[in-house]
């Protein structure tokens, strides 16, 4: 699976203008060759953000092609862990009356500010379409209207008696399971989140061991 900025210089890429906003262990910066890059630091580890889209979804996980149709369609409890700013959630969320879950350690309020204080940068079209976007969709995410946001990571999901065994699907899509420092509890952390019966599924991009 490809990560966000990987493949070949197009000429336009030549016209940026770099940048950088840092805010604590934040950062987005607009790189000449990768374009717009997020991160933020944790326990000193430099953890992106990015934005997959459905079709990265449904392309190159084990997440079945056309699945947010039928969670819709199902009304399915979907919860997503390490969603950063994919589209998957958003789309789902406009569309679904269940609100999706998300557990997500990242600050979307203060991406929203940031990413907008980027959009005041010079950008060129692409940049900027692509920056409008993923601000939208991190409001989206920030909404408790539309989406039931757990600012936290994976391994505290225990905390919350509410998440046990709700889950219809659970989605990790190089998310917190790779970022977690407990890579070895991941099957606790989803049985957790599953429903018992009829039995929850748990879709991926890997398959952890
Ligand atoms: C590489 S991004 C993937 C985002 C999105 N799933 C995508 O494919 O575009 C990894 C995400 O996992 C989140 N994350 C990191 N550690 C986590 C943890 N312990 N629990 C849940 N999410 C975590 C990060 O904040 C980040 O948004």
Redesign the pocket.
Known sequence: MTEVGEGAPHAQDLERTPFEILNGDYSVELRKKDGLVVT?KRDGRI??????SIQDYEGNTDIPRGFIQSARTLGLQVVE????L?EFIPELALHQERRPIV????DYRRLIDMLSEASSHELIDSDRALVSQVVKRARIYADPRLVRLYPV???KIKRYKELRGIADVVID????LI??GEMGKWREYIDYLLKDDPPGKFYHSYHPS
């Open positions: 933020w953890i992106p953000v990015t934005w997959r862990v390490g969603a950063g994919a557990i997500e350690p990242i990571g994976i391994e899509v190089v998310g917190g970022y977690t």
